[in-house]
């Protein structure tokens, strides 16, 4: 309850949106895992591209007036490492310190083309990352409800800035990412296994609604006796039971499955198709309560190295 009163209106419908856990829950739904155990993303590279700009839920206009209003959109490509070196600071909304660690920025300079033709963005040398583990749904960019192997939470800084029309990262900016990852190679082989599984549950599914919709069109034609009847409402009702049974199997199936169009890395690594981007939306610290996060926009992931 204390840490409900604690957490603005603002800050807990950023979370919500932008795939964070719902911190208002007594026991959050994940928990951070150490690399005692070095996870597989380690080593691996990406090409990140960000496409900053106005997104359902933002809060962004209304700290900045006039930000993202016209619908502008801004792309802007980094590639970078994921390192087992520990970083020396620390972010709340990433992990614990001890938990955290560097993300070397491969490329320290992009461009984009703005109104004002080909403008270059500079980056800092590294930044950090922590890959905490759901126990719980959590949110997806597109606000569905996912169960990822693992939340992987980083930030990179941006010192220069850009800005094309109104979709602006001002100067100075600390970019915060969260996206799913699934760094368990062996274990999504494991869920290929399972693939025959969830045809046979979808098989299953078509089944049911087959036979409920026979029994319906028998009834409506008339010349049912009153015992058939009360046999077809009980088939009916073994049906919806069996339906809801197959159908929580199937989302469960689904949610915890690497989405299409996730990008794998050469050593079976995947991460999402889509992963939210927020920015801190005031200057008080982490540590204190009333810390304010504004969704940026979204950003993509794709391997650099990829398998043969």
């Given at each position: 309850?204390?840490?409900?009163?604690?957490?603005?209106?603002?800050?807990?419908?950023?979370?919500?949106?932008?795939?964070?856990?719902?911190?208002?829950?007594?026991?959050?739904?994940f928990q951070?895992?150490?690399?005692?155990?070095?996870?597989?993303?380690?080593?691996?590279?990406?090409?990140?591209?960000?496409?900053?700009?106005?997104?359902?839920?933002?809060?962004?206009?209304?700290?900045?007036?006039?930000?993202?209003?016209?619908?502008?959109?801004?792309?802007?490509?980094?590639?970078?490492?994921?390192?087992?070196?520990?970083?020396?600071?620390?972010?709340?909304?990433?992990?614990?310190?001890?938990?955290?660690?560097?993300?070397?920025?491969?490329?320290?300079?992009?461009?984009?083309?703005?109104?004002?033709?080909?403008?270059?963005?500079?980056?800092?040398?590294?930044?950090?990352?922590?890959?905490?583990?759901?126990?719980?749904?959590?949110?997806?960019?597109?606000?569905?409800?996912?169960?990822?192997?693992?939340?992987?939470?980083?930030?990179?800084?941006?010192?220069?800035?850009?800005?094309?029309?109104?979709?602006?990262?001002?100067?100075?900016?600390?970019?915060?990412?969260?996206?799913?990852?699934?760094?368990?190679?062996?274990?999504?082989?494991?869920?290929?296994?399972?693939?025959?599984?969830?045809?046979?549950?979808?098989?299953?599914?078509?089944?049911?609604?087959?036979?409920?919709?026979?029994?319906?069109?028998?009834?409506?034609?008339?010349?049912?006796?009153?015992?058939?009847?009360?046999?077809?409402?009980?088939?009916?009702?073994?049906n919806s039971?069996?339906?809801?049974?197959?159908?929580?199997?199937?989302?469960?199936?689904?949610?915890?499955?690497?989405?299409?169009g996730a990008?794998?890395?050469?050593?079976?690594?995947?991460?999402?198709?889509?992963?939210?981007?927020?920015?801190?939306?005031?200057?008080?610290?982490?540590?204190?309560?009333?810390?304010?996060?504004?969704?940026?926009?979204?950003?993509?992931?794709?391997?650099?190295?990829?398998?043969?």
């Amino acid at each position: 309850m204390i840490r409900k009163a604690l957490i603005s209106t603002t800050c807990l419908h950023v979370l919500l949106v932008a795939l964070f856990c719902d911190l208002c829950n007594d026991s959050p739904p994940f928990q951070v895992s150490a690399l005692s155990t070095p996870s597989p993303l380690t080593s691996t590279k990406w090409n990140l591209r960000l496409d900053v700009g106005l997104q359902p839920g933002t809060w962004m206009p209304k700290r900045f007036p006039g930000w993202g209003e016209a619908g502008a959109r801004l792309p802007i490509n980094v590639d970078v490492k994921f390192t087992t070196t520990p970083s020396p600071t620390r972010e709340s909304l990433v992990g614990p310190k001890d938990q955290t660690y560097v993300l070397d920025i491969l490329s320290k300079t992009s461009t984009f083309v703005s109104e004002s033709g080909q403008q270059e963005v500079t980056f800092a040398d590294s930044g950090g990352w922590c890959i905490q583990r759901p126990t719980g749904d959590v949110r997806n960019a597109a606000g569905s409800a996912v169960r990822p192997e693992g939340l992987l939470r980083f930030w990179i800084d941006c010192p220069s800035g850009a800005k094309k029309r109104d979709a602006a990262v001002f100067p100075g900016t600390r970019i915060f990412f969260t996206t799913g990852v699934w760094d368990d190679p062996e274990g999504l082989e494991g869920l290929e296994g399972v693939r025959s599984e969830y045809e046979r549950v979808v098989d299953d599914l078509n089944r049911v609604m087959d036979e409920t919709r026979e029994i319906r069109e028998e009834n409506q034609e008339g010349g049912v006796g009153v015992l058939d009847k009360l046999k077809d409402f009980g088939a009916l009702v073994d049906n919806s039971k069996e339906f809801d049974r197959l159908q929580s199997k199937k989302e469960a199936m689904e949610k915890a499955a690497p989405p299409l169009g996730a990008s794998e890395a050469a050593n079976g690594v995947k991460i999402a198709p889509k992963g939210s981007l927020v920015i801190k939306g005031n200057k008080i610290p982490d540590w204190l309560p009333g810390s304010e996060y504004l969704i940026l926009g979204t950003f993509s992931a794709k391997a650099l190295d990829t398998p043969a």
